[in-house]
């Protein structure tokens, strides 16, 4: 990232005035994801202003979480959109060391900075907006690789005075839920997890199951639709272990 770049990212988050939502976000990204290959030199993704004022764009990818250092590269990494201006943002590969038997997940960062108008006071505040969406990386050789619900194992399990919920993710490929509805739970729990591959993720209970529960899954898939998993029961398991194995 350049210099420019570092400075127009400290100023706005100094600031405090960054909006994390795409919710409102005038530049919007043709796709919620993005999937890259091996064997791709890049991929593109389309980026539109479909307001009318002009802004600042500045696009860049970091870590899941979010560290700055990337194989990855965005061009043009800082642009500006007036009003219908649509143009595409390329996403090279500058790097290795990435794992190569499983996928990896990576953040697509779009900010959309306003520019200022005239007349406008000193004392005014102007809001940043970025829209974030995941990157994914495939290696070669998980590509014909099985991913489908029974990859996917459930158990809870007790934690000193509480219980999580363990998700063991046997497949090469990410799991993105949307939720995960089990008895007990709030509305929206287990919303932006992520199971990475051959992980298990634990997740907190609002409180222990009497004995086996169950769990229905709702995940997001490589094009953004959200697919309901059939109802699985979720035994109990042994004790926690650390995360991850």
């Known amino acids: 990232m350049n210099i420019l770049s570092k400075r127009i990212l400290s100023v706005v988050a100094t600031l405090g005035a960054l909006a994390f939502s795409s919710v409102h976000a005038a530049v919007q990204l043709s796709s919620t994801r993005v999937i890259f290959n091996e064997k791709e030199k890049s991929v593109s993704i389309n980026a539109k202003n479909h307001g009318t004022d002009p802004f600042v764009v500045q696009a860049w990818i970091d870590g ?3 560290e700055m250092e990337t194989p990855f590269f965005v061009t043009p990494p800082l642009s ?4 219908g201006t649509e143009r595409s943002l390329t996403i090279t590969r500058v790097g290795g060391g990435m794992p190569v038997d499983r996928e990896s997940y990576y953040w697509l960062n779009v900010l959309e900075i306003p520019q200022k108008k005239k007349g406008a006071s000193e004392n005014s505040l102007t809001l940043a907006t970025r829209t974030r969406i995941k ?10 690789m099985p991913r489908d619900a029974s990859l996917v194992q459930w158990s809870w399990q007790k934690d000193g005075k509480g219980c999580q919920l363990a998700i063991k993710n046997t497949s090469v490929f990410t799991v993105n839920f949307s939720g995960i509805d089990v008895p ?9 997890v992520v199971a990475k591959p051959l992980t298990t993720t634990l997740l907190p ?5 009497s004995g086996a529960t169950k ?11 959200v697919e309901s998993w059939a109802e699985v029961a979720v035994p109990a398991g042994a ?5 991850g194995q």
């Not at 500006?80 to 009003?83: Q, S």
């Not at 209970?205 to 199951?209: E, H, M, N, S, T």
């Not at 004790?239 to 995360?243: K, V």
Request: negative net charge.
């Open 64 to 66: 899941e979480s979010e």
């Open 80 to 83: 500006r959109f007036d009003g």
């Open 135 to 144: 990157l994914f990386y495939r290696p070669e050789a998980i590509q014909k």
């Open 184 to 192: 007990g739970e709030a509305d929206g729990f287990g919303r932006t």
């Open 205 to 209: 209970l609002a409180k222990c199951p």
């Open 215 to 225: 769990a229905t899954a709702k995940v997001v898939n490589d094009y953004g639709v």
């Open 239 to 243: 004790e926690a272990q650390a995360r």
